[in-house]
């Protein structure tokens, strides 16, 4: 295998990297660890660099059509590494993948529906009901030990619910790093069709998990449930490419995909983007190797984590999938009004505030482990002093 060098520390400030930002650290958290924003601190593929580099000495930027590369570069991906068969027709782009979903939202269901979701998760989902004028309807995952699943009983209820419209998968999850198997998310979708609730799953992070725990698109079940679903996809976390924009929805009902297509036209989202459609094609095509390395480096950062933290009050687990991990500071007994300064103040860390993913993630952090070892293993360290101090 090709070698890729994950220990290489780049210097993120010199762009206006989020997770080094004051916007997300505060400026007065600027020598924090930041290990909130859900992006990788490497640099993507080199594949990816060669395509950007030569798209760039052309040098000519005017608009284009889509080049006519894209599209199979995402199927060949899709049928080669998961198995799922998508026909280029029912594949729209957008311009990043809440994008993708809030458009489905809009235009699938209607102000004042309710949109069903399982907490903790992914906090933007509670932004994007919200904000297109819908109701959250929720349905926690089960925690026992730390691990999490999904409880269907009460999903049956929800979903009877008549206003109950669209189901906000999260597949895999963020935070708790679930990579849902095939007979949950079957359960999931016989619920969903029973009651005529449409699956707009969010699959951002299919493709990132680890050992024996496979990736299943929703979609790949089978004709009935690819019909009632629209996947949000982007190659965004797989190859850190957040910053280029560009997303797709696949949506294999015609009539579901032609409102889509109308919502795409009347914002006009579909033009092209030239260095996100350069990057894109070459992740797919190529990015593969780079990928399963990458993949081969964050599951050895979990375990140095769950290693490092194993004498200490706060639970950790190797996630299933995902470079996040989600860590249980419970038994430490602080409020979050407490934990995140202490964190910040005692630890020297930006984590993500459990909270912020649903109440159910009170006394919970998550934890971006996307960043080189040494970096990450001096912060482990500044953690595991302060909790032993506390
Ligand atoms: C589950 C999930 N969905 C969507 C996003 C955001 O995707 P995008 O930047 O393409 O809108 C993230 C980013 O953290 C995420 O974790």
Redesign the pocket.
């Known amino acids: 295998m090709q070698k890729f060098n994950f220990d290489e520390e780049i210097d993120r400030r010199a762009v206006p990297a989020l997770k080094w930002h004051k916007m997300v650290l505060g400026a007065d958290g600027m020598d924090l660890f930041p290990a909130s924003v859900?992006d990788m601190d490497f640099k993507a593929p080199p594949v990816v660099l060669e395509a950007l580099q030569a798209r760039l000495d052309h040098g000519v930027f005017g608009y284009e059509a889509v080049p006519e590369d894209l599209i199979p570069a995402l199927t060949g991906w899709l049928t080669e590494r998961h198995n799922w068969e998508v026909d280029p027709n029912h594949i729209l782009r957008a311009p990043?993948?809440?994008?993708s979903m809030s458009m489905a939202i809009n235009a699938l269901s209607d102000p004042g529906d309710k949109l069903i979701v399982q907490p903790p998760v992914?906090f933007?989902f509670y932004d994007i009901v919200a904000e297109n004028g819908r109701e959250i309807l929720s349905n926690p995952l089960i925690e026992s030990d730390g691990d999490y699943r999904m409880d269907f009983e009460d999903l049956a209820k929800k979903a009877a619910d008549p206003r109950a419209k669209i189901m906000l998968l999260?597949n895999p999850h963020?935070p708790v790093g679930r990579v849902w198997r095939a007979e949950e998310l079957r359960r999931l979708g016989d619920i969903c069709a029973a009651h005529g609730v449409l699956v707009i799953s969010?699959e951002?992070?299919g493709g990132l998990s680890f050992g024996d725990h496979k990736y299943t698109p929703f979609a790949s079940l089978g004709e009935a449930y690819a019909r009632n679903s629209v996947t949000s996809i982007?190659p965004?976390k797989l190859f850190n490419l957040?910053a280029c924009g560009a997303?797709f929805t696949i949506v294999p009902d015609d009539t579901k995909r032609a409102a889509l297509q109308a919502e795409n036209s009347r914002l006009t989202v579909n033009k092209n983007n030239a260095f996100a459609s350069a990057a894109m094609v070459a992740a797919y095509n190529g990015g593969g190797p780079w990928l399963d390395a990458a993949l081969k480096y964050l599951e050895a950062n979990a375990r140095l984590v769950v290693d490092m933290l194993a004498d200490t009050q706060i639970e950790s687990r190797v996630p299933e999938g995902t470079f996040l991990m989600w860590l249980d500071f419970r038994k430490l007994g602080m409020d979050p009004v407490e934990l995140h300064p202490f964190l910040r103040e005692q630890a020297n860390m930006q984590l993500t505030r459990g909270i912020a993913f649903g109440e159910e993630g009170r006394g919970f952090a998550r934890l971006n482990i996307a960043c080189p070892r040494g970096r990450l293993k001096a912060a482990l360290e500044a953690l595991v002093s302060a909790v032993t101090a506390s």
């Not at 990043?96 to 994008?99: I, R």
């Open positions: 859900a990043n993948v809440l994008n992914f933007d999260c963020n969010d951002i992070h982007s965004a957040a997303a």
